[in-house]
């Protein structure tokens, strides 16, 4: 892993308002490269990250079906989803996933 994505996930790691990080890889199947925080660990990080696949293969689809051919190649950049409890922000990219968990009231 380049040491400015090592950096970058230290960073992100010691903010106290995040709960944690999942790198993913993207894919037919979206697998855990690296995770941070106990709400991502065994089984409900596995949970976290289907969830988190799933969202973007939906909102992938939907921007595609409402832009239609004249905003052909269209992606998502980055998403926000804010929770009663918590918010989700996802980035991805061609390759990867990396969605962060963060308490926005603390």
Do not use: W
């Not at 040491?3 to 993913?24: I, K």
């Not at 595609?64 to 269209?74: A, P, Y």
């Amino acid at each position: 892993m380049p040491p400015e994505l090592e950096q970058t996930l230290a960073l992100l790691s010691s903010h106290r308002t995040v709960l944690g990080y999942l790198l993913l890889s993207r894919g037919d199947q979206v697998s855990i490269i690296r995770h941070s925080g106990v709400v991502f660990e065994g089984e409900q990080g596995k949970k976290y990250a289907s969830a988190i696949g799933k969202i973007v293969e939906s909102v992938q689809a939907g921007l595609e079906e409402v832009s239609g051919s004249e905003n052909d190649g269209d992606q998502i950049r980055f998403m926000r989803i804010r929770t009663k409890r918590h918010e989700i922000m996802i980035s991805p990219d061609e390759r990867y996933l990396l969605a962060i968990l963060h308490d926005p009231a603390s």
